[in-house]
């Protein structure tokens, strides 16, 4: 079989009609990005450049020596490739990649933020990250030169005398450019359209392998949690993977997120939600906490996802690591009492790689990114 | 969604209710009943997609035409016995109409709507399953 296979040109395998409908949910790629309401600077050209200079500005951290950029690197995929990130201190969690955080409605491996400019105010203020302050944020919005020409530009007037609302807004410009992170086209994705437009010949340059994995990811219904063209249905679950931080201590994930959601004066219930209609805010306005929230961490889209570790806690250092993870899973772990979603799926060590091998082939090369544009030529 | 198409013709079987019209506006809708209650709804945007927040519009009635009131409604995954990991409002639009806002089925899959309906003294869950894919 092996050597039929290699010595003739390669013929995609069968797909029945409810696997090419599994595959077109995984795209098309890349997608018409949404305009977030809540952020008045969401799209705006001027705001996405003051937004990628504020991100790459030390001077936002208490001891001017750290930006977001210190942990998400546009070279490692917008992460760090640590297992868990350290800022002034280790963190208890991994640097999730910053590909297509624009089309996320949950922020944080707890989604304590519920929108990409409360998330972004976090890690200004949080005293084991940049332990910033609004003052500190706002003083330097009105006094860099640069900087106020940027804001201006991006909001149409002088940065006022409020603080907070200039950290809202500095954190607004930051959403602005994160959200122009998308992530580019991959082997998958050509697939992908070769399987919605019916081109067996197109469908032929895909590899048998990652033909073979996707089919495995079908059948194990990977993709009622990493669900869509993100390949994450944005919601919450919980996989196995331990959650205890330090003896004694545990990661409670979206259970104590959604407590900090709650609490928090920049979620879309405040006043710093720009969207009159409130229609922004129904996610935040309906959500409910479950005892089952309890060890839960946000669906990791499986996007230009980098070169490891993997999961919310860096707990797993590759791929095959993670295949290997769904693949020996211990059921009694998860606490279920109806028909598993994850489940050990004992795969050879063949299916193991098939599986990898379509994995890998949802991620591309990136080009270096230039330098971004100057704030006011 | 193509279940709603053939349940259209089952609304339209229906004469006119004076005191209880099941009418949800479009002539759409999904309609399902016991021994004593009728119910019929649609889901608004009429397509539910897997993630996204969609409300559903309620006439409820009993079977001697009288408007009747809804109760509560939750949904979960059968297969997986999980629920929604958001509570729905209900607001009533007078004469047995609702408007349920803030669904989400968050997987794909079937997932069992139960409505809570009454009318005076007598309270019943109907159920449904719909399918997202």
Known sequence: MALAASAVAQTPLQWSEDEVRAIARHGPWPPTAPRDPSNRVAGSANAIVLGEHLFNEPRLSADGAMSCATCHVAGRDWGDGRAKAVGRAELDRRTPSLWNVGLAHWFGWDGAGDSLWSQSIRPILDPREMAGDAGRVAGLLREDKALACGYERAFGHKPGGDDEKLLVDAAKALAAFQATLISPRTPFDAFRDAVVAGDREAMARYPLAAQRGLKIFIDAKCSACHFGPRLTNGEFGDVGIPFFTRPGEVDSGRLDGLGKLANSTFNLLGKYNDDASGASALRTRHVQRLHSNFGEFRVPSLRQSGSGPFMHNGHLATLEDVVKHYSEVNPERLHSDAIPLVRPLALSADQSADLVAFLRTLSADVPSRPAPPLLCP | ?133
């Open chain 2, 1 to 133: 969604m193509r279940l709603l198409a053939a349940l259209i013709a089952l609304l339209i079987t229906f004469p006119a209710w004076a005191d209880c019209p099941l009418d949800l506006g479009r002539g759409t809708g999904i309609v399902i009943f016991s021994s004593h209650y009728l119910i019929a709804f649609r889901p608004e945007p009429l397509r539910i997609e897997v993630g996204e927040p969609f409300s559903l519009l309620f006439n409820v009635c009993t079977k001697n035409d009288k408007p009747a009131e809804l109760v509560a409604i939750d949904a979960q995954m059968p297969e997986h016995k999980h629920g929604m990991n958001y509570r729905p409002t209900i607001v009533s639009l007078g004469d047995g109409r609702y408007r349920v806002d803030g669904m989400v089925f968050h997987m794909p899959g079937t997932w069992e709507l139960a409505i809570d309906v009454r009318a005076g003294e007598e309270s019943e869950r109907l159920s449904h399953e719909l399918v997202v894919k």
